[in-house]
């Protein structure tokens, strides 16, 4: 019907075909069609009217609105026809520029492929890697200035220079073609030289001591391989690597030793130069002298002796300080022995020359040359026989003083011309020496002086550790009492010192009277067993140089500690039973002759002496046990931790000089020794109290409660039935802790008092026994 309608309703010039028929008019065609006739003449034009006026509305709207929108289209619409051909243009040319396009593209890359050898490829790949590696860059050109900042910069610091030149050196052994790392290398050298300079200018200060010019020496060893390149390519190119590199660890030492003596040579002249007003005064005297002539009286020479004492005593202190501390600095050089590995190498090898000496062989012969040159130019100025002595005197403890370190020149001074008498002069001074040698051997031998040491180091560790042997008076006098309760009575005082110090007085009397017997007999017992050749050392055992005392067999030395523990112990028992009770709490003593009365009138004599078997039977085993642990220990410790060079000899220089090496190496000498037998005495100590602490136990209990406990063996059982074995070793911590720190404490302030005795004593120059000796 709308079909029909459509074609009915169509314009006269257009298609009645469907297909060409209006969707739009064909629907509204069926709408039609399907409403009553009516309407179409009352409803449906209103509808059509509604409609166009909706329609037009729409249209005003629409206008109103985007009617720039419209022109602007519709201007673009209009160009159209002009930019479509352009656009075909455009197109047709892209089609024609793609082939050159790709072969454009294939010919680059066969040109720059990773294959290819393309300076620009390379040097893009230069400025990759360099970009990428900027701050390592900046980290390696920074070397030279943190290695200059170092050396010069205070506080300085070596030790990093030396890790910074290291690292330089690997870098430069890596990259040996490098330019930068060449030009790194050539500043890390220059500094390496600024800093061997002020190395070497620190070798020549005035008071240098040991361990500032082995820290020095030991950063010269390592910054003088560097220094010596072209000594180093020659040692690499010798017969075989383990020759040159001993033939070159040999070179460098004599070159750091030589450098060491040169350095304290010129620090030596630079002291002396100091005295040049001295000097010149005595030049003075000796021109007035030679002006009035030798046949008149000449009273002067006061201005030349003191000129000649300073000089004496610089040159006595800077030589030994010199050569004693190249000894400790290079103990290689100065070691003399025929045989070894050294001297097999020696041996083997194909060079006729003797191997070059060390510097030391003729450094003390230029120093003797030196004083004895200005000891003939001055000497005969002084005619004052005291002076010309004391300055003699001088001159021989110089001699003494070298000679410990083997530069003895005392028979230089045989053919020393210093005036008409001189001959008289010397054996007049050596007689005095000898007396006084004499003399100092009778007082190191005599009984009192070994008393007065004893003495000494006896109330020392009483006084210092009576608060111990106070507290193990107080656990062992009875079985209920321990550690912790026995702090709290004593804390419970109203003084607390005083309460920790009671019974001071008794026990310094008693350990200091009894170290005094017991070392004293000691002695002279060891004395007498060293001249029996069965009770003597053999031959082949070589003592510890940390003990100036006599050396015996294990045996001797068991058996002479045991006796003179067991004389001392008798002696001293009245002092032992008094300082115990007047220690304890059960008694109430307020002073020591209070505490006498009380017992001599209760126990009479016999209790003066109670707990004398106990006593015995724990202080023999423990005083022998002690000498030969002691004694063991030392040989054994001395062997783990040798001593230097310097030191194990002995050696130490004068009292009053001897300069900042001849001090420290004193010092060191010293220490090791003490620290050897302070060490060893606390190890025997320890061993001893925890083998003897029962018969101490028992002791204890006899002395403060005699009533109840009569003799050791009833005291034994009587305490193992009521309280058990352990009450044998009450008090056995604090026993052992005070017998351990007290009886080393003695043994090592002993040997010290007769160390020092033995090599510090003597007259003005205070050379002492031991160079006195050598002078004789």
Known sequence: MADLLYELLAPPGQPSSRTAADPSALEYLTTLASQPLSSLGSSEPQALAQSSHGLLLSLQALSKKSHKQIIESASHHATLRTTIPALAASTAELRNSIPKLDSEAVRF???????SDSDVLARRKKALLLSRNVERLVDVLELPTLLSSSISTAPVNYSSALDLNGHIRRLHSIYPKSPLVASISTQADEAMRTMAANLILSLKAPGL??????????WLRRVLPDLEAAAAAAATTAATPGTSAGKGHDSQERVLGALFLVCRLATLMTMLEAL???????????????????????????????????????FREQSFAIVSMFRSIFPAATAVTNDGPAAEAAAQSSDPLEPMPSALATFPLYLVDMLLETLRMYMPTVRDQAARDSLLTQVLYCAGSLGRLGGDFGLFLATLDVGPEAEDEWVEVVKRHRALAGRLESILASPAFHFAAGLGSGVLSAVLLQPIDLLKTRVQQSGAHTLAAAIADIRAAPRLLPALWRGAVPSALRTGFGSAIYFTSLNAIRQSAARISPLSPNSTSTSSSSSSLPKLSNTSNLLAGAVARSLAGLILMPLTVLKVRYESTLYSYTSLASAARDIAAREGARGFFAGYGATAIRDAPYAGLYVLFYEQSKKRLAALFPASSSSSSGEVSQRGGGGGGGAEAEALSLSHAAGINFTSGVLSGIVCSVISNPFDAVKTRIQLQPGQ?????????????????????????????????????????????IRRAEGGWGGSGSGGRAEARSRL
Do not use: C, F
């Open 709 to 753: 406990y009569r003799n050791m063996v009833q005291a034994v059982r009587r305490m193992v039935g009521e309280e058990g074995v352990r009450a044998l070793w009450d008090g056995l911590a604090l026993r052992m802790s005070r017998k351990a720190v007290s009886s080393a404490l003695a043994w090592t302030v002993y040997e010290e008092l």
């Open 209 to 218: 001591k040991l361990a500032a010019s082995l820290r020095t020496i030991s």
């Open 276 to 314: 040049e007003p001295l000097r010149e005064l005595a030049d003075q005297e000796k021109a007035r002298q030679k002006a009035i002539g030798s046949g008149n009286a000449w009273s002067g020479g006061q201005q030349t002796e003191r000129y000649l004492k300073r000089y004496i005593e610089i």
């Open 109 to 115: 890359s066969t040109t720059y492929n990773k294959s």
